[in-house]
């Protein structure tokens, strides 16, 4: 791939490129600003009728009222002072309630709220409690004769879905309180008939309280509400109030022929910006490249600690970064348009390594990676981890691939390390183990070695006798080699146990395996008077490292006769079962000792955690690293019959 080196755009010609861009934006900016101002304008406007409106009906109802008023207080005062009150009431209230159908009821009272009269007759029956509506009259009733003028009431449910207000206007004679004049004024039948058509096809008009509870309402419109206004309505007063509401208009068509000056205005732009398409279709080619270029570098420089190196579809490099380059010890001007073979490629693998650059060419690079060996400049190797993806241009082609190399020999070596150490300290478990048994393994030693002795001097009393025979020496040499036997086997055991190997796994009889751990532990167990079974299934053979399937067994069983050492003599029994199953074989190792208790169990495999007071704690440890080594598993269990029950699977593998 060939690079190409980025160029600026000249000055003049990014000015002239952006101002277009910015005229549409000033368009834009202040056509918004217009439509904000004009609707700002609409609204303060329509805010202002509106208020104007409310005043006017304010004003009106409060007319009206006010009149009523005046005319119920002049009725009140001719019947306190005529002579036939009761026909001048009958006349006055029947003219009243014909001119004025906005008053539902007029009342005469006593002074003690006794209905002396009403047109029409019988008070208004209520929905609400009997008391409650009488505690509220007597109330007015009570305030009207305290403060000798008209007073209005609370508003009352007096019919089904009707409420009414009531003014209260005090009789005196001769400044003596003798019964009130009461006048209901029903709210919606206020409205009906105070709100007249043409404010009813502007706003609804609503009457409220302060907890917000409707009381009557009209309007002859439908829609969304716009704005609303709230007024004292007063009077009556005591909290009600008028909320008017105005709804939303139809669209003035004079905003219709802006929006439509305005989509022209932005096609004329839009054309304009057209012409200019020229003169960036003829720099789109350069763009493109510097957008590949980008892409490009910004694939590679993602990363600062790896190596990055791309190569084209043939596999020939086209870039490479510092950090690549240190790593190898060649530098750029070597590595760019280098082909295979690559110069920091290892002569004696040239095949295996040629054979994976064939891969990532056809596409089959491994997703998680691969590791292959380099050299250096100084002929050096050093071991590297590569990630191949593909590189992909501007466009979306698919250009080449680009390869993240990782450094990992010191990630190998300590790997390798670790591996060692962990050799050593299973090596270390080992001679603790033989440690441990040193003194039962001499007393094992001892037998076969004065067994010997003594053969050897039975031998040389015969011989010195006169009439000493061949035959009579035979039995007792042949006893002396079968006693030396028995040593060398215990011997060579215990220097095959011992002694320090690498790890080899070849093919064994698991019951091979364990005949020989048994060698080894008899003897101990015949000193803790422990019983041992033993059952083996048939088995195949499996691939696995005999010596330190022997540690681990080895370690088990010792774990194990350490768990019995309070049981009763009777209970010691070692049970050691081999499972065979199609695709791996369990072995497990099962005591009837003292059990693992629940809140250790899960550190039981812990480097360095024991039981044992005097215990190093890496038995258990190194014998799960043997296990897992081998892709098996090791775990315990509580034993049915008592105490544990640690089992082992191996994998049975074709060798």
């Not at 979306?396 to 050799?423: N, Y």
């Not at 019951?511 to 195949?540: N, T, W």
Request: one cysteine or more; a negative charge.
């Amino acid at each position: 791939m060939q690079l190409i080196p980025r160029s600026a755009t000249p000055p003049n010609l990014r000015w002239f490129l952006a101002l277009p861009k910015f005229g549409i934006v000033l368009l834009i900016a202040a056509v918004i600003a217009l439509l904000w101002l004009l609707h700002q304008n609409e609204l303060e406007e329509e805010r202002a009728a509106l208020i104007k409106d409310v005043l006017w009906l304010e004003q009106n109802l409060r007319f009206q009222l006010s009149g009523n008023e005046e005319r119920l207080q002049q009725l009140a005062a001719d019947l306190a002072t005529s002579k036939e009150p009761a026909t001048l009431f009958r006349l006055r209230a029947k003219h009243l309630l014909n001119i004025h159908p906005e008053i539902s009821q007029i009342a005469w009272l006593d002074a003690k709220r006794h209905e002396i009269d009403a047109l029409p007759s019988g008070r208004l029956s209520h929905k609400d409690s009997a008391s409650t509506t009488a505690d509220s009259r007597q109330t007015a009733f009570e305030t009207a004769q305290r403060l000798g003028k008209a007073v209005y009431g609370e508003p009352l449910q007096l019919e089904p879905n009707t409420s009414h207000i009531e003014i209260t206007l005090p009789i005196y004679v001769d400044r003596n309180f003798i019964g009130a004049l009461v006048a209901s004024y029903p709210l919606q039948s206020l409205l009906n008939g105070q709100v007249p058509w043409w404010f009813a096809e502007k706003y609804q008009v609503i009457i409220v309280d302060d907890n917000d509870t409707q009381y009557a309402a009209k309007s002859n419109i439908k829609g969304t509400p716009s704005l609303f206004y709230e007024l004292v309505f007063e009077p009556p007063g005591r909290g009600l109030k008028l909320r008017v509401t105005s709804y939303k208009s139809a669209v003035n068509p004079l905003q219709r022929l802006l929006a439509i000056a305005i989509i022209a205005l932005a096609i004329g732009v839009f054309w304009s910006l057209w012409i200019v398409r020229d003169l960036m279709k003829k720099r789109s080619q350069t763009e493109q490249a510097l957008r590949a270029e980008h892409a490009f570098r910004t694939a590679m420089e993602d990363s600062l600690t790896v190596g990055m190196r791309a190569r084209d579809l043939e596999g020939r490099i086209i870039y490479v970064n510092p950090s690549f380059c240190k790593m190898t010890g060649f530098n750029q001007e070597e590595l760019v348009d280098a082909a295979p073979p690559m110069p920091y490629w290892v002569p004696e693998q040239l095949d295996e390594t040629y054979a994976l650059h064939q891969a990532v060419l056809a596409g089959n690079a491994p997703k998680d990676g691969f590791e292959i060996t380099f050299r250096r400049k100084n002929g050096e190797h050093f071991d590297v981890l590569i990630y191949e993806a593909k590189l992909i241009d501007g466009d979306g082609r698919h250009t080449g691939w680009m390869a993240s190399v990782l450094d990992i020999s010191e990630r190998k070596r300590a790997s390798e390390l670790a591996r060692q150490q962990q050799e050593q300290l299973q090596f270390t478990a080992r001679l603790v183990t033989m440690g441990e048994m040193a003194s039962t393994l001499a007393h094992e030693l001892n037998q076969p070695l004065a067994a010997i002795a003594s053969y050897n001097s039975g031998c040389l009393n015969l011989m010195n006798s006169a009439d000493c025979k061949a035959d009579e020496i035979r039995p007792a040499m042949e006893k002396i080699g079968i006693q030396a036997q028995r040593a060398g086997k215990i011997i060579r055991r215990v220097h095959d146990f011992v002694r320090k190997s690498e790890p080899k796994r070849a093919p064994c009889q698991i019951a091979e395996v364990i005949d020989d751990c048994l060698g080894f532990i008899e003897a101990d167990a015949r000193k803790r008077q422990v019983h041992i079974e033993c059952i083996v299934a048939k088995s195949p053979e499996i691939l696995a490292d005999r010596l330190m399937l022997e540690q681990v067994l080895l370690n088990l069983m010792r774990n194990a006769m350490d768990a019995m050492a309070n049981t009763a003599e009777a209970d010691r029994r070692l049970e050691i079962n081999v499972l065979a199953r199609p695709d791996e074989l369990e072995i497990m190792v099962s005591d009837r000792g003292c059990g693992i208790a629940e809140e250790i169990r899960d550190k039981l495999f812990t480097a360095f955690f024991s039981t044992k007071p005097e215990g190093m704690g890496i038995g258990l440890s190194v014998c799960r690293s043997i296990i897992e080594f081998h892709r098996g598993r090791l775990w315990a269990e509580e034993n049915p019959a008592g105490g544990t029950t640690f089992h082992i699977t191996l994998p049975v593998e074709e060798a």
